[in-house]
């Protein structure tokens, strides 16, 4: 499966937001983490994260089908976050989120750390972090009684 990223515009935030809810309804209605959830994200909060000038927000291309997307903040000259990064449920467990980590990390090549954080209790997540280089830091975050915050880093350690 050929995976490609394209710049995603404003105006294609109502399909992304779409898209995002879905991916991520299966952890907000295992975790109820209502707060923080990405699917309970707002059109507005989503347009202001995609026409920030410190984020790229790219659409990931499946075999040039829409199947995800992924957002890269730009935190100085050599330090990224990606926040977030989601591949709709029929795509997941393709390899498409492993594959688009490696490609947003060729474009930025620049950055020497990356960051990202998930759910501790999402074992398959924390594995595909690992699985690329990622490496758990720092403390966690309880969200709720079910649901912890854990960050991961790749890149210098200091």
Same mark, same amino acid.
């Given at each position: ?83 977030? $990064?989601?591949? +709709?449920? &029929?795509? !997941? *467990?393709?390899?498409?989120?492993? /594959?688009?980590?490696?490609? =947003? ?10 960051? $990202?954080?998930? +759910?501790? &209790?999402? !074992? *398959?997540?924390?594995?595909?972090? /690992?699985?690329?280089?990622? =490496? ?18 790749? *890149?210098?350690?200091?």
């Amino acid at each position: 499966m050929e995976v490609t990223l394209e710049l995603a515009a404003a105006a294609e935030a109502p399909v992304l937001l779409d898209m995002q809810k879905m991916a991520f309804l299966p952890l907000l209605e295992k975790y109820q983490d209502v707060e923080t959830s990405p699917a309970t994200e707002t059109i507005e909060r989503l347009t202001s994260k995609m026409t920030d000038r410190r984020n790229k927000f790219y659409k990931i291309l499946a075999d040039g089908k829409l199947a995800g997307a992924i957002c890269i903040r730009q935190k100085g000259a050599m330090r990224c976050r990606i926040s977030p $990064l989601f591949v +709709l449920p &029929e795509y !997941q *467990g393709l390899g498409i989120a492993q /594959e688009t980590i490696r490609k =947003v990390e060729l474009l930025f090549s620049e950055a020497k750390v990356w960051e $990202l954080s998930t +759910l501790l &209790e999402e !074992q *398959g997540n924390c594995y595909l972090y /690992e699985k690329v280089g990622y =490496v758990q830091i720092g403390g966690t975050q309880k969200l709720t009684d079910r649901a912890t915050l854990v960050h991961y880093q790749k *890149g210098a350690f200091n």
